[in-house]
């Protein structure tokens, strides 16, 4: 197997090292200034948001979105931290073992606080399926904060150690920007069709794949929204075509799967659906109280390589009858959510639309 300090690191594509250090030195004050000021307020703030709670009876909403903005800064202070301390003591130059465990950590920690914060509830199924590797693992995306859900469930649970495909935007993210500079990340544009350039870059994360590593995208290239989904459905062509056949998901950017599945040494294609973060889309969502009390449910699944057609044509249908496993699983999940939500005989802060609910 191919050493880990051996594996490919791609520069995100058209970044220059003035650029990226012009974004840090934006990025990096940033963080660490609204933590200091957020934290310097606390004691004031915190008990005036629980205050104004009480009064519109928003079940803690405005104090629980400023907890997980302090959370979410002292996180990435703590991981600038961490990461500068590994990256100078050598973990870029060794196996960089060290630096996906602290990935996984950073990710389990950042999960465990959000669902804390949150009252919510985490149900898993079919993740010791895919213990064992190496795997390809592809899911749908919904907010911004599934993408917490590999690293703290497969690598943290599982021990694998996993090479992302992300969106190019994420490197304004400071600890996604040390990160995708030291370890095996693929950045691509949020939805722009991939290039042969991209698929290329992806197919790299393949190169030494072990028993205990895998590949994760998601395929989508962007988070869902119904409006993003009914916008793609009303229009004409292949992909609109796709979109009226999927009502819960995007449709899936095949480009980079098939590129993929042409270069697979053997991975078996696995699967993660999964509902309770979706329409977190910004903080007014958070502020709103939109994740109170829901439950995370996560659904895995396994296909054996041996099992995946090796012609391209019959590869992208056998992949889009997973994605239409997916969309179904999601559809039933969102339902079955919704019945739980209008049986809940517990007050709901009215939304800023003036609906009330989550």
């Known amino acids: 197997m191919e050493a880990l300090s051996e594996l490919p690191v791609t520069v995100p594509p058209g970044e220059t090292p003035a650029a990226r250090w012009g974004r840090r030195a934006l990025t990096f004050p940033g963080v660490a200034l609204g933590l200091a000021l957020l934290l310097a307020a606390a004691p004031l703030l915190l008990p005036l948001a629980a205050a104004v709670d009480l009064l519109r009876r928003a079940r803690f909403a405005t104090a629980r979105a400023y907890l997980v903005v302090l959370l979410y800064l002292s996180l990435e202070v703590g991981g600038l931290v961490g990461l500068g301390l590994l990256v100078a003591g050598g973990a870029a130059r060794g196996d960089r073992a060290r630096l996906f465990r602290f990935q996984r950590t950073w990710a389990a920690v950042a999960l465990r ?23 390809l693992l592809m899911g749908n995306h919904t907010s911004m904060a599934d993408v917490l ?3 703290a469930l497969v ?7 996993l090479r992302y495909v992300g969106k190019l935007g994420l490197v304004w993210d400071p600890c996604v920007d040390v990160a995708v500079h ?3 990340y693929v950045m691509v544009r949020r939805g722009a069709e991939d290039t042969p350039g991209d698929v290329a870059r992806m197919q790299a994360l393949l190169v030494g794949l072990g028993p205990d590593e895998g590949v994760f995208l998601m395929p989508e290239g962007t988070r869902f929204t ?3 989904q009914g916008r793609i459905s009303r229009g ?11 009502p819960h998901t995007l449709p899936p950017r095949l480009s980079g799967v098939l590129g993929l599945l ?12 999964q509902v309770g973060l979706d329409g977190v889309r910004s903080l007014a969502d958070v502020w709103d109280g939109a994740l109170i009390g ?10 054996p390589c041996s099992e995946v057609p090796r012609d391209r044509e019959a590869q992208a249908a056998w992949f889009l009858r997973q994605w239409e496993r997916i969309d179904a699983w999601v559809g039933r999940e969102r339902e079955a959510a919704a019945g739980a939500v209008r049986h809940d005989p517990s007050p709901r802060p009215p939304r800023r639309d003036g609906r009330s609910g989550p």
């Open 113 to 135: 606080a959000i669902r804390w914060i949150f009252s919510l509830r985490l149900e898993v199924v079919g993740l010791e399926g895919l213990r064992h590797g190496p795997i």
């Open 149 to 151: 859900l590999p690293a």
């Open 155 to 161: 690598e943290g649970a599982l021990g694998y150690r």
């Open 182 to 184: 030291h370890l095996p």
């Open 226 to 228: 119904p409006e993003r």
């Open 236 to 246: 004409n062509g292949p992909v609109a075509d796709l979109a009226r056949r999927l």
């Open 262 to 273: 042409e270069r697979n040494p053997g991975a078996d294609p696995c699967f993660m659906a």
């Open 294 to 303: 829901r439950t995370l449910k996560v659904e895995f699944w396994r296909v």
